[in-house]
């Protein structure tokens, strides 16, 4: 399995700041995903991160809104760009092991306001 | 696209009952089916998955049979524990789409003692 830590655990901003998302691993990975939940929903893919590429974005998540950076083999960043009270929500990054099971870090708890 | 579905929202049950909890799958491919669990506050935590038709997968006392034939994958314990309340999620991989997982809506499991 792959640990995974993200940093900060929770944050407050307000309506039209940015803010930054860390995910970090304990190994490398090929892949790495975000999620996003809203209160008592399941879980969105928002996009997957490889190393060295560009991440690509599923239905209803872009590039200007959400950038995500995967500079290498144990780390990749998810930014919030002018956040909305409409992106109040939990973050979650995961990965997949080698047998393509993934595994999830604890999220980040976002607040806009 | 690849989609999941669990009936069941909310499941109550008493310590000793047994559990099922139902996932059907709609997917082009053949894809790989696993149960997460998640707790307050935590991210998703991997229980088990299946890869092929009549493959059994099991954690925990937990356990789900791949049937291509009824596209299911239901979640099934024969005697629940309080400590086993928490919001259980299947989800489809489609390797095929670069290691994607598709949620279910969740089913929130609620054991009292």
């Known amino acids: 399995s792959v640990l995974l830590y993200q940093k900060p655990n929770r944050d407050i901003c307000q309506s039209g700041t940015s803010l930054k998302i860390q995910c970090v691993a304990d190994?490398?990975?090929?892949?790495m995903f975000w999620y996003q939940q809203f209160q008592e929903q399941s879980l969105m893919l928002m996009a997957t991160?490889?190393?060295?590429?560009?991440?690509?974005?599923e239905s209803g998540f872009t590039k200007d809104k959400f950038p995500i950076s995967r500079p290498n083999l144990t780390f990749s960043t998810l930014t919030v760009n002018n956040a909305r009270p409409g992106d109040s929500s939990i973050y979650f990054c995961?990965?997949?092991?080698?047998?393509?099971?993934?595994?999830f870090g604890p999220g980040t708890r976002l607040l806009v306001l | 696209g690849d989609s999941v579905t669990q009936t069941e929202g909310q499941v109550a049950l008493s310590e000793e009952d047994f559990l099922t909890i139902h996932c059907n799958y709609s997917?082009?491919?053949?894809?790989?089916l696993f149960w997460y669990v998640q707790y307050p506050g935590e991210g998703p935590q991997f229980l088990f998955r299946a890869s092929r038709d009549k493959e059994k997968g099991s954690s925990r006392g937990f356990e789900a049979t791949y049937d291509k034939g009824t596209t299911s994958f239901h979640l099934r314990k024969a005697s629940v524990q309080e400590s086993d309340s928490a919001v259980y999620y299947c989800?489809?991989?489609?390797?095929?789409?670069?290691?994607?997982?598709?949620f279910g809506t969740g089913t929130s499991l609620l054991v009292d003692p």
């Open positions: 997917a082009s491919g053949y894809p790989a």
């Open positions: 989800a489809l991989g489609d390797f095929n789409m670069g290691y994607k997982l598709t």
């Open positions: 991160a490889n190393e060295g590429s560009e991440a690509t974005y």
């Open positions: 190994s490398q990975v090929v892949s």
């Open positions: 995961s990965s997949s092991s080698l047998q393509d099971t993934q595994y």
